[in-house]
């Protein structure tokens, strides 16, 4: 589940929005321009070297109120403002893909909205494989092969070169009966056996299905009735 997560995060967290909105060539405005009305302004940064109280007013500091306050601008500690909370720029951005998003979802409709965000967000390439981290691949192999009901998995050389030198190279394949699950390739024997653990593990929780409908599909007037596709159980219990 933490890979699913973090590929959500990654395809629509705030940082991937927010990278999106710059790549669209949003930038933050120092002030309204004359065709902005500026009580339609959402967003705003504070100028350096003032403080903001609660009736809206900006407060300047002089030489006093450094060698009071011991610090170099003459700044109060921050104390927490009720009703004004500011956000960072990265959550600002963030909302403005998000508010775009529901405005075409709302005056251009569904179908529009789906084709842009498999545009947009679809479209970009995220290695998932690299996502996954395995602290011990072969016991969560054997353990997923006793789930599946598969014979118990047993590493094998299929090949090597330079044993006795400096730098050997090991070919190791992981096999169930007499079907490779996986296979990899190291200084070691260990080092070998550990990669090609690992290749199986991504082998099977990395597989797609050729045609994958999704609920949205039987949206169509002629779509034919939407059956779920099958999901991995889930994750090893150790």
Known sequence: MG??????WAYVGHKALSAISQEWGIEHAAAPGCEVDPGLLQFKRLPPQTDIVENGHTLHRGVSARIVYDNEFGERPSQPSPGVEGVPTTQANATF??????????????????QFFKEHFMSRQLPVA?????AQP?????????REGFERP????ISETGRLSRHPVFVVGIFSGQDLLG?????SLTEA?????????????LYSPLTVRVPSSTEESDAKPWEPAMVDPGEIIV
């Open 97 to 114: 893909v998000q508010a775009l998003m529901g405005a075409i979802y709302l005056h251009c409709g569904r179908p529009v909205a789906k």
């Open 183 to 187: 296979e990899g390739s190291g200084p």
């Open 154 to 157: 047993v590493a094998r050389i």
């Open 3 to 8: 890979v699913i997560w973090a590929a959500v």
């Open 138 to 146: 072969t016991r969560d192999l054997t353990k997923l092969c006793a």
């Open 130 to 134: 690299d996502l996954f981290s395995f």
């Open 193 to 205: 056996r550990f990669r090609a653990a690992v290749a199986a593990l991504k082998g099977w929780y």
